[in-house]
């Protein structure tokens, strides 16, 4: 695993990098194509609003190597707020080299030490297979639940 790698959080500076991550991992992931001028204005939104979520960065040297998106749900059953890791994306050429798992580890001592955090979940495609595998391996175990969404009529982010 390198170690040379700085986590931190994803700052404006940050924002055309955490776009092109997202444009790639929603073309691998779901064969999606994302309207750039929606993603980048999305991701632009986050890093202004801090009270939505964070990204957060893996950077090597100079250069942006991954990413991914903490955003917060209430859940009255635990009276705390879950954190929703979203939108991970590690470049090709550094995969299977721990820096996801370095941004895990991040996430979750930041949520122990936030009192106010109950626990961290995501959702990942059915058939990605290798992810759900790293998820297993770093301690998080599949639930009992089904996604469902229904955007309201208008809201256009692919192709």
Same mark, same amino acid.
């Given at each position: 695993m390198p170690q040379d790698i700085l986590i931190r959080r994803g700052e404006v500076r940050d924002a055309d990098a955490?776009? +092109?991550? @997202? !444009?790639?991992? +929603?073309?691998?992931?779901?064969?999606?194509?994302?309207? %750039?001028?929606?993603? +980048?204005?999305?991701?632009?939104?986050?890093?202004? @609003?801090?009270s939505l979520g964070y990204y957060l960065v893996a950077e090597a040297g100079d250069r !942006?190597? +991954?990413s991914l998106l903490v955003t917060t749900e209430w859940s009255d059953w635990r009276n705390g707020v879950f954190w929703w890791i979203q939108s991970?994306?590690?470049? %090709?050429?550094? *995969? *299977?080299?721990?820096?996801?798992?370095?941004?895990?580890?991040?996430?979750?001592a930041a949520a122990a030490a936030d009192a106010a955090v109950c626990g961290f979940r995501l959702y990942v495609e059915k058939e990605n297979r290798g992810a759900q595998k790293t998820y297993y391996f770093l301690g998080m175990r599949e639930t009992e639940y089904l996604m469902y969404e229904e955007l309201k009529p208008g809201i256009r982010y692919c192709r």
């Amino acid at each position: 695993m390198p170690q040379d790698i700085l986590i931190r959080r994803g700052e404006v500076r940050d924002a055309d990098a955490i776009a +092109a991550f @997202n !444009i790639a991992m +929603a073309r691998e992931t779901e064969g999606k194509e994302l309207l %750039p001028e929606v993603i +980048a204005a999305g991701v632009r939104g986050l890093i202004g @609003n801090t009270s939505l979520g964070y990204y957060l960065v893996a950077e090597a040297g100079d250069r !942006i190597v +991954a990413s991914l998106l903490v955003t917060t749900e209430w859940s009255d059953w635990r009276n705390g707020v879950f954190w929703w890791i979203q939108s991970v994306y590690v470049r %090709p050429e550094w *995969r *299977r080299k721990g820096i996801y798992s370095r941004l895990y580890e991040f996430v979750k001592a930041a949520a122990a030490a936030d009192a106010a955090v109950c626990g961290f979940r995501l959702y990942v495609e059915k058939e990605n297979r290798g992810a759900q595998k790293t998820y297993y391996f770093l301690g998080m175990r599949e639930t009992e639940y089904l996604m469902y969404e229904e955007l309201k009529p208008g809201i256009r982010y692919c192709r």
